[in-house]
């Protein structure tokens, strides 16, 4: 069992998406989840995480102002809502979770190390 990413589709620029990560692997809110981007010919990018228990949330300068991740932990899910769609956006996004437990277990979840990813879903950002 895998975290399973959706949401993903074709949108203008300028547009809006909003990607879920689930899974019945584990309760996700003891858990840092982390979404990535990998764009066709580039490194994997770390987009936004969100650590557990105090919940603080990080950023790459890319997508600040524009991207926002959240928790829903009724439904075990992390999603993340994209804004102001650019075609730089366009790539595969990842959702990934500190699990199982490793040395960095609870701290910030811009340390922790993701061994826990999903299949990945495609964003394409076009007109």
């Known amino acids: 069992v895998q975290l399973q990413a959706s949401g993903g589709g074709l949108v203008q620029p300028g547009g809006s998406l909003r990607l879920s990560c689930a899974t019945s692997?584990?309760?996700?809110?003891?858990?840092?989840i982390a979404w990535f981007r990998q764009a066709p010919g580039k490194e994997r990018e770390r987009v936004s995480c969100?650590?557990?228990?105090?919940?603080?949330?990080y950023y790459a300068e890319s997508v600040k102002g524009r991207f926002t991740i959240s928790r829903d932990n009724t439904k075990n899910r992390v999603s993340l809502q994209l804004n102001n769609l650019k075609p730089e956006d366009t790539a595969v996004y990842y959702c990934?979770?500190?699990?199982?437990?490793?040395?960095?277990?609870?701290?910030?979840?811009?340390?922790?190390?993701?061994?826990?990813w999903g299949q990945g879903t495609l964003v394409t950002v076009s007109s």
């Open positions: 969100i650590s557990k228990g105090d919940g603080v949330t």
């Open positions: 692997a584990f309760t996700m809110e003891y858990y840092s």
């Open positions: 990934a979770a500190d699990y199982p437990p490793g040395a960095l277990y609870g701290r910030s979840c811009d340390i922790v190390n993701y061994d826990y």
